[in-house]
């Protein structure tokens, strides 16, 4: 996400380095590198340049401190400034109401079905009742999509097969939900062209007949400048309350992400990334420039962690640590909730200094395919006692897994060795080398 863009906008701010001052001059050749960055991300020209002139404004109106040098202010004023262009502060979501009524709307091949089931598991972890309405009444299949999604995430999903009116079956819904107690709907409605007149009039009837606390529209961040464009149709016809940046994983230059709160004057609230239902981040404009400029988002990683990990569980792997018993159910327990927190590169982009380093290295999602597959061809026993684990043992298990032996022997190696580690952090925390470890168990890929 935004890799071109932080690799053009490092080697803008790379003018000002070993410069001993600010001047006109190189401030110049530094907001002509920015501007061109952005351009060349798909943001729309006029809010380049307006944020640009005030980058050079601002510049030129700072003194340099002693400490601070020229290059390391302009990433400060450039990271405001870009804070500021995507709407300054994050914006929460309207679930106010008896229930709170969500509208999703979108093109097609958005990916408003997967918001919609990634949305209902985000409000479910809030302990908030919620059902979704499946209102896509021409393609079946989206149906079908949003069931199955609804029942991974553990909420109900409200269908008539028989109705072909989606303004009725999601008022049905609706009615469903009161008489069930549902604390939130989320309407899932079909794709549309924002130059398909009838299409556009569907939605805007189904707007005004459920009158939402609140309407989202999901759009696909790959598609750039055409994104906003597309937003500004629709938020023209249905006033929706916030927008939702899908697909973020992708090939994406950025653009829509830094100007289309600028053109259409409605706040981004949600972030996507991947098909996992655990991937979806609340929006925080500072949080976004500080990846873009390559200053990672440990606070973000933090909460995703957080989410993720049963503080019970944690609390449980902790005391088998210190008293020797971490066994091959609890590296699998734990690999579990790793994948659950989202994109392998994602996550590692949010890590200051490791985004940048790591760009053009391959993450291979399915890294621990192998590592699973040998632990799940070990016995009960194997699993909770590694060490009676022999080498006839180790050869049963390479073929039942479909691995070599020197897999599994290395998997071997590498348990034990971090079962050490494990130790002896207990013993003196901080100890470092943890993360070469975790590198090495997924083939140092």
Known sequence: MFDNLSTKLDRAF???????????????????????????????????????????????????????????????????????????????????????IILIAGLQGSGK??????????????????????????????????????????????TNMEEKNPVKIAQEAIAFAKQNHKKVVIIDTAGRLAVDEAMMNEIAEIKRAINPTETLFVVDSMTGQDAVNTAKTFNERINFDGVVLTKLDGDSRGGAALSIRAVVEKPIKFISTGEKMEALDLFYPDRMAQRILGMGDVISLVERAQQ?????????????????????????????????????????????????????????????????????????????????????????????????????????????????????????SGKPGMMSKLKAMTGGR
Do not use: W
Not at 32 to 48: G, I, S, W
Not at 71 to 76: I, P, R
Not at 326 to 339: A, G, M, R, T, V
């Open 308 to 428: 993720t990990f049963d503080e019970d569980e944690a609390r449980r792997i902790n005391q088998k640590i210190r008293k020797n018993q971490f066994n091959f159910d609890d590296f699998l327990s734990q690999l579990e909730q790793i994948k659950k927190m989202g994109d392998i590169k994602d996550l590692v982009s949010m890590i200051p200094g490791v985004g940048k380093a790591m760009k053009d290295v391959e993450i291979d999602e399915n890294a621990f395919k192998p590592i699973e597959a040998i632990i799940k061809s070990m016995t009960k026993e194997e699993r909770a006692n590694p060490d009676m684990i022999s080498g006839s043992r180790r050869n049963r298990i390479a073929k039942g897994s479909g691995t070599t032996i020197q897999q599994v022997n290395n998997l071997m190696k590498q348990f034990n060795d971090m079962r050490k580690m494990m130790r002896s952090m207990n013993k003196m």
């Open 14 to 100: 790379k003018t000002l380095k070993g410069q001993g001052s600010i001047t006109e001059i190189n401030v110049a050749q530094t907001i002509k590198e920015v501007r061109r960055a952005l351009v060349d991300a798909d943001v729309n020209y006029k809010v380049a340049k307006t944020v640009t002139d005030k980058i050079k404004d601002e510049a030129m109106g700072r003194d340099v401190l002693i400490a601070v040098s020229p290059g390391q202010l302009m990433v400060k004023i450039v990271h405001e400034e870009l804070t500021e262009l995507m709407g300054g502060e994050k914006q929460d979501i309207n679930i106010k109401g008896d229930p709170a």
């Open 113 to 158: 079905t997967t918001f919609t089931g990634k949305l209902a598991n985000y409000l479910k972890k809030q302990n908030r009742q919620v059902l979704v309405a499946a209102c896509d009444v021409y393609r079946p299949a989206a149906i079908e999509q949003l069931k199955v999604l609804a029942g991974q995430v553990g909420v109900d999903v409200y």
